[in-house]
């Protein structure tokens, strides 16, 4: 099936400081890509819907000037969470759909970032 | 999307069938059942979907009653690597913003030795 790769996988940084995620499709284009944030004990909440070329789309609370999102090629998007503070510390997920037959129905998922900020 | 009901956990011996229902009496008449699983501290995974009709692929099953109120996804020999929470998604395929998934508090197996 298509690979979706996630890095980092664990990271961990000092309180105020900016830590860069990404995520990449390695052998389909993606289209659109999601993150997802996810909380010890609770499901996936989508954070932001990025489409290649355009500006990503913030579902109601997530900042957008903290958690910047970028999807300026087919095969890579990037979360930036900027001064980041200890509440931020979750664990991240990003999914890639494309124009393919299976990226087109199904949902590849990157096997997530945790993020520890202390 | 259509909101939908699991049971929050549920048990299985190791090598028997594990069988997980979802209520989606709300859904529509172009949305899909989707099925994924989240293996702790990893990515979800996909496993299954189907509009109507009885799907099967190497890893489940996936039975649609007709009324298409509920499903039920079953693994047919439960292994200890099968322990993972299940989430059931309903939603359309189509493209763009539509293939945003909203993920619910899914069902927590457990499969046991």
């Known amino acids: 099936g298509a690979v979706v790769s996630q890095h980092p996988s664990r990271v961990i940084c000092k309180s105020g400081t900016s830590v860069k995620i990404e995520c990449r499709s390695l052998d389909f284009q993606a289209t659109t890509m999601f993150w997802y944030r996810q909380f010890p004990k609770q499901s996936l909440m989508l954070m932001a819907t990025?489409?290649?070329?355009?500006?990503?789309?913030?579902e109601q609370g997530v900042e957008k000037d903290k958690f910047l999102i970028n999807h300026a090629s087919l095969t890579l998007s990037t979360l930036t969470v900027t001064s980041a503070h200890p509440e931020d510390s979750s664990f991240y997920i990003c999914?890639?759909?494309?124009?393919?037959?299976?990226?087109?129905?199904?949902?590849?998922f990157g096997q997530g970032t945790r993020l520890t900020v202390v | 999307d259509a909101k939908t009901t699991q049971p929050p956990s549920m048990d299985c011996a190791e090598g028997r069938a594990a069988n997980l229902p979802c209520n989606h009496s709300t859904i529509s008449g172009n949305e899909y059942v989707y099925w994924y699983r989240q293996i702790h501290s990893q990515g979800p995974q996909y496993i299954i979907h189907g509009l109507k009709n009885n799907e099967t692929n190497e890893m489940a099953s996936l039975i649609i009653t007709e009324d298409r109120k509920s499903s039920t996804l079953i693994l047919p020999h439960a292994t200890l690597r099968d322990t993972a929470v299940y989430y059931c998604i309903v939603r359309v395929t189509s493209g763009g913003s539509n293939y945003k998934l909203t993920f619910g508090k899914g069902t927590l197996l457990t499969v046991n030795p």
């Open positions: 999914s890639a759909h494309g124009p393919g037959h299976r990226a087109r129905t199904e949902a590849f």
């Open positions: 990025s489409n290649e070329g355009s500006k990503a789309t913030y």
